[in-house]
């Protein structure tokens, strides 16, 4: 299709779009439609690594692999995507067939997060786990192929609607573009884990997974239909062939045809690509010489993303265990990943126009290759600081029993002290209603306990289960029964707080509360553990005719056991009387922690990703920019996949210590990559290009001269021939 001209106002921009300020009307459809997709796919992923942890009760390491798998295989589908576009549906219709797979994708990830669906015995567990995984990798597999399918045609497919007169205006979109994206990503990020944080479900209410990924799925399909509807305005560049086809093929002829030149009689040519004269035109061969160029810049790259992606998989089951209470918001986990586009959306801005003039001022050369090299820096940074966080994390959290180990707490439920003496530690003394503060560690499943209370004595041998936590509750006689009970093993999930009651009194007591209910408690017995959010939470204590009311304030990931003593009266005192064990210490280590991480890694990025498109842009050849976009894209894919490698080879006990390894890998390709660069001229493609075509119409001249005069020549012979025939006769 033609650029339509209007007279009167010189010329419009492509296809039937109207102009508004400039603009043409399509490109509002294309923005709105790249703003709902980003919410899409950044509002899945926010929540994909704690679905894996909590829903599908995979562990830290096969949720952080298959994560990054998911990502990386939504940058290997780019080159697939622009294969498509290029040479058989052409943009347009690529970005509506695959983001049809896409939509289908999310729903079916919606799907897979509803318990109900498998929850045959109504316990709010899923009975089918496979139905749910099988499901949710289908789901992730067409939405890999849907969003890095599109990704390289909807900028692109932006870009064209633009007309060679509209340079600026076309600048400006791809500015706004980049703002979408983070926009889109900013509001999904934020919404989707407060979806996730709900309770939903028909036979039992469960952490609301199906809404989460649900949304994503609605804002998917109008992002489809915004694009549909924009469609008769729409400039529709034809398919023109596929560029890579023909990289490809000419490398191709190049080796081989070296190689079978390949003994000294032949004289060497500067650049191996110029053995593809032979077959192929001088100005595709010199453009394939400067996408190689940066493609091999590129090498060193994969690194950088390697550690950037991981603020979605380690980073957030990182702040799994902090405190994210914020005064007048409480954040959650998933969502300290909004600081990521909230900064970008401030950084551009304030590189843009603050520090690269500054710098530039300065008298500083600070150019791209410089700048990715910075980024590259700054991305090590910010996993020191990960590293640091991760150390004091360390520090807070409860040492658990090794497999050969056994741990234990004593709870004095009686109304007299008790002396007990645990092999051969020093004896214990523990007052009415009290518990021991720390737990007993052995490396043995059978001990001997010496207990004693007033002129009562008691000698026993316990056994337990290695590798448990456990509490012994000693009763009012010690001649009666000791019950041993199992304390919880690993940290509360999702930041929660795991609460039971033991009850020292002679009489039943019934325990309740607005968030949970304990049910009736035997005498000198227990209730099982409740989930209870950070908060404050008042607790109802019933027996009889008499109750009283208990209030506590609790923070994220901690583990209590309430007693309630033998001599409790319900009277006025019940908040002093009730004793607390703090079994699993809350959260400590506050979120905002994060926030320098969060930082250098966005500076980085600025630095790195912005500037790398840009670097990647300008020193491609015309008809090549999408190549280096999908080579730039496929960069993105192996720094997933080396997340996969290092983290799987390293297999490093202690999470502080592969941070830093990450940190110094990047330090030593970013040393490699620096080299590269120093070495890196920059050049100019048009240029380029122009000398090319250039020689060629003075070839093409060359040629018709030669034509003419061959012409003349012909025309000369004939005329002389018949001359001489005239003359013969
Ligand atoms: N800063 C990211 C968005 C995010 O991680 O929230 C970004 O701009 N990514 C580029 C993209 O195309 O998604």
Redesign the pocket.
Known sequence: MADKEDPKKGKRSKGTSKEVCGYPLSIFFIVVNEFCE?FS??GMRAVLVLYFKYFLRWDDDLATSIYHTFVALCYLTPILGAIVADSWLGKFKTIIYLSIVYAIGQVAMAVSAIHDITDTDRDGTPDNMTFHVVLSMVGLLLIALGTGGI?PCVAAFGGDQFGDHQEKQRRTFFSVF?LC??GG??LS?IITPILRAQNCGIYSKQKCYSLAFGVPAALMMVALVVFILGSGMYYKAKPQGNIMLDVCKCIGFAIKNRYRHRGNQYPKRKHWMDWAEEKYEKLLIAQIKMVLKVLFLYIPLPMFWTLFDQ??SRWTLQATTMNGDFGLLVIQPDQM??V??IL?LTLVPVMDSLIYPLIKKCGLNFTPLKRMTVGMILAALAFVCAAVVQLQIDKTLPVFPSASQVQLKLLNMGNKTVTVQLQDNEPAILAPAQVSDEYFVFDTDQITVLATAGSTTVHRGISFTKGKRQKLLLPLDLNKEWVQIDDLNSKPEEGNNAIRFVNGKNAEVNVSSAVANFGIIQPFHYSNYSLIKNGKVTFNLQSGSESCEYSRDFGFGSSFTFLIPNNLTFGQNCQEEITSAEDIKPNSVHMALQIPQYFFI?AG?VMF?VTGLEFSYSQAPSNMKAVLQAGWLFTVAIGNFIVLIVAELAKLPKQWAEYVLFASLLVAVCIIFSIMAYFYTYIDPAEIEAQFKKVDDDDEDDKSKQQKAEIEMVKRDSVSSSEDDEKSK
């Open positions: 980003r796919y950044y990704k980049y994206i983070n990503s900013l990020t603020k979605g990943q909004t990521n586009p970008i966005t990025e990703s």
